[in-house]
C-alpha cells in the first residue's frame, strides 16, 4: 500500500514558504562570505567558530546515508531525535484537531511533545508482557489519527517489538508509523529500517546519543521515504544543528569499532547484573530486555530508590508509569560503578 504523504501533512505546513538562510541560497564556491552579517574576523577562541553551519547537514546526512545504506534524502537530523519527534508532530498533526496513539509503558517524550503541540494523546497500553497489542491498536485508529508512536527497543520495558507487528500496522495504518530505535545498537534483533523501501509511511528515529555517546552533542535522526524527510526539512529551523554537533558526528562515525566494543562490555556487563540481581530477594522480578538498561520490580521502589541515592547512585524510578508499579530502570554502567551498585545493593536490608 503507498500511502498519500502529502495529503496527510497540515494545510498550513503544504503552504507553508520555508525561511531561506543565506548559506542554502547560495550553493556555488566562494571566498568571500558577506552575505550573512557574520563576525569577519574569527572566534575569540582557539577555534573559529564565525560562520554558520549547513542547514543541510550535508556530510553529515551523507555519513549517516553510508550506515543505513540509503540515500542523504532519506535522512534528515536534529538537535536529539527529541526535536525530530516536535517535527514529525508538526508536519502532520493539526492542533487541537487530530490524535496520535502512543503505547504505554513508554518513552515520555511522545506525549508530552504532543501535548506542546495541542494535539490529543490515544493510549493503548501494552499487554501484562510488554508486548503490542496489535488488534486493540488497530481498532483503535480513527479518522483523527495521524501518527503511532512504537519504540523499540522500549524504553523503558527493553523489548522489541516484532518487525511481523510493525508490518502489520504498516500495512493496516493510512497514517505514518513511527518507530524510535534509539537502543536498536543494543538489540540482536534486526532494525525495520530495511521495511522503509517497501513501506512510504514508516519513519524510524535513531539517535547518537545512545550507544554512540554523544548525548551531550545531542544528535538525532530520522530515517524515511524520500517525501517524508522533505516535509520534516520544511519546519525545521535552519540552523538546527550545531557546527561542534556536526563536526563531531560525522568523527565519531568513524569509529564504529570502539563502539562496538563497548556495546560488547554492555553485553557482558548485563549479564552479570542479571545473574546479581537474581540473588536478591527483594527484587522480585527482572526484565533483562535488549537494551543498555535492566527494568527490575522491586519490593519498595521509592525506598531502593533512596538507599541508592544516599549512596550516590542515581537510577529511574518508573513507579509512575502504568503496569510498573515499584519498577527502577537502571542503565549498565562501566565494570566500577557497576561493582559498587553490586556492593551497595548486598547491603540493603529488607
Ligand atoms: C534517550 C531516548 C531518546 C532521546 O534521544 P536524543 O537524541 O538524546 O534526544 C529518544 N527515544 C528514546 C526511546 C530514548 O530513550
Known amino acids: 500500500?503507498?500511502?498519500?504523504?502529502?495529503?496527510?501533512?497540515?494545510?498550513?505546513?503544504?503552504?507553508?514558504?520555508?525561511?531561506?538562510?543565506?548559506?542554502?541560497?547560495?550553493?556555488?564556491?566562494?571566498?568571500?562570505?558577506?552575505?550573512?552579517?557574520?563576525?569577519?574576523?574569527?572566534?575569540?577562541?582557539?577555534?573559529?567558530?564565525?560562520?554558520?553551519?549547513?542547514?543541510?547537514?550535508?556530510?553529515?546526512?551523507?555519513?549517516?546515508?553510508?550506515?543505513?545504506?540509503?540515500?542523504?534524502?532519506?535522512?534528515?537530523?536534529?538537535?536529539?531525535?527529541?526535536?525530530?519527534?516536535?517535527?514529525?508532530?508538526?508536519?502532520?498533526?493539526?492542533?487541537?484537531?487530530?490524535?496520535?496513539?502512543?503505547?504505554?509503558?513508554?518513552?515520555?517524550?511522545?506525549?508530552?511533545?504532543?501535548?506542546?503541540?495541542?494535539?490529543?494523546?490515544?493510549?493503548?497500553?501494552?499487554?501484562?508482557?510488554?508486548?503490542?497489542?496489535?488488534?486493540?491498536l488497530l481498532q483503535s485508529i480513527s479518522e483523527k489519527t495521524k501518527l503511532i508512536f512504537l519504540c523499540s527497543p522500549n524504553n523503558p520495558t527493553g523489548n522489541v517489538v516484532p518487525l511481523q507487528d510493525v508490518k502489520k500496522l504498516l500495512n493496516a495504518f493510512s497514517g505514518i508509523v513511527v518507530v524510535d530505535e534509539a537502543y536498536?545498537?543494543?538489540?540482536?534483533?534486526?532494525?525495520?529500517?530495511?521495511?522503509?523501501?517497501?513501506?512510504?509511511?514508516?519513519?524510524?528515529?535513531?539517535?547518537?546519543?545512545?550507544?554512540?555517546?554523544?548525548?551531550?552533542?545531542?544528535?538525532?535522526?530520522?530515517?524515511?521515504?524520500?517525501?517524508i524527510i522533505d516535509w520534516m526539512l520544511r519546519v525545521k529551523m535552519p540552523y538546527n544543528v550545531n557546527t561542534v554537533s556536526q563536526k563531531m558526528a560525522i568523527a565519531a562515525l568513524q569509529n564504529k569499532m570502539q563502539v562496538d566494543t563497548?556495546?560488547?562490555?554492555?553485553?557482558?556487563?548485563?549479564?552479570?547484573?542479571?545473574k546479581e540481581f537474581g540473588r536478591y530477594p527483594f527484587f522480585r522480578k527482572v526484565f533483562p530486555g535488549e537494551a543498555n538498561f535492566i527494568l527490575v520490580k522491586v519490593d519498595d521502589a521509592s525506598r531502593v530508590y533512596r538507599f541508592l541515592a544516599a549512596e550516590g547512585i542515581i537510577v529511574r524510578n518508573q513507579s509512575s508509569q502504568p503496569l510498573l508499579d515499584n519498577c527502577l530502570r537502571i542503565t549498565i554502567g562501566t565494570p566500577e560503578e557497576n561493582d559498587k551498585l553490586i556492593d551497595i545493593l548486598n547491603q540493603y536490608e529488607q
Open 262 to 274: 563497548w556495546n560488547a562490555t554492555v553485553g557482558n556487563q548485563k549479564q552479570r547484573l542479571l
Open 1 to 136: 500500500m503507498k500511502v498519500d504523504i502529502k495529503a496527510l501533512v497540515r494545510p498550513n505546513i503544504v503552504n507553508l514558504k520555508p525561511y531561506s538562510s543565506a548559506r542554502s541560497e547560495f550553493d556555488g564556491v566562494a571566498s568571500v562570505f558577506l552575505d550573512a552579517n557574520e563576525n569577519a574576523f574569527g572566534s575569540p577562541l582557539d577555534e573559529d567558530y564565525n560562520r554558520y553551519p549547513d542547514p543541510l547537514q550535508k556530510e553529515l546526512r551523507q555519513r549517516l546515508a553510508e550506515l543505513y545504506t540509503l540515500d542523504t534524502e532519506n535522512i534528515c537530523v536534529g538537535n536529539g531525535s527529541d526535536e525530530l519527534i516536535d517535527h514529525v508532530i508538526r508536519v502532520f498533526c493539526n492542533p487541537s484537531e487530530d490524535e496520535i496513539i502512543v503505547c504505554p509503558p513508554t518513552f515520555k517524550m511522545y506525549e508530552v511533545a504532543a501535548e506542546m503541540n495541542d494535539v490529543t494523546v490515544k493510549k493503548i497500553l501494552l499487554n501484562a508482557d510488554f508486548s503490542l497489542d496489535v488488534d486493540l
Open 184 to 227: 536498536i545498537d543494543f538489540s540482536s534483533q534486526p532494525s525495520v529500517i530495511g521495511e522503509i523501501k517497501n513501506h512510504n509511511n514508516l519513519l524510524v528515529l535513531r539517535t547518537l546519543s545512545k550507544a554512540w555517546g554523544l548525548a551531550g552533542l545531542r544528535v538525532g535522526v530520522a530515517v524515511a521515504d524520500k517525501e
